[in-house]
């Protein structure tokens, strides 16, 4: 399959979603993009939260319980 017709193909059916999504809400254009541009943002800043929330929770977890020497390190 050549570029173009992929390209052609992605043009015609795939970047007009935001487009028929407002047409059929009776919405504009631009609202809709910018809602998807926000969640976007909202979805990765989230889910970065989640991780350095995890990372203080482990290293809190650390400090409290201390790995012991075992029997056999003697």
Do not use: C
Request: avoid cysteine; charge should be positive; hydrophobic fraction near 50%.
């Amino acid at each position: 399959m050549n570029i173009e017709k992929i390209r052609y193909f992605l043009a015609r059916h795939g970047f007009n979603v935001s487009s028929r999504l407002a047409d059929k809400s009776g919405i504009p254009v631009n609202n809709v993009r910018l809602f998807f541009i926000y969640a976007s943002f909202v979805t990765l800043g989230a889910s970065f939260i989640l991780y350095l929330l995890l990372a203080f929770a482990l290293r809190i977890k650390d400090l409290f319980y201390q790995k012991r020497p075992s029997v056999f390190d003697l």
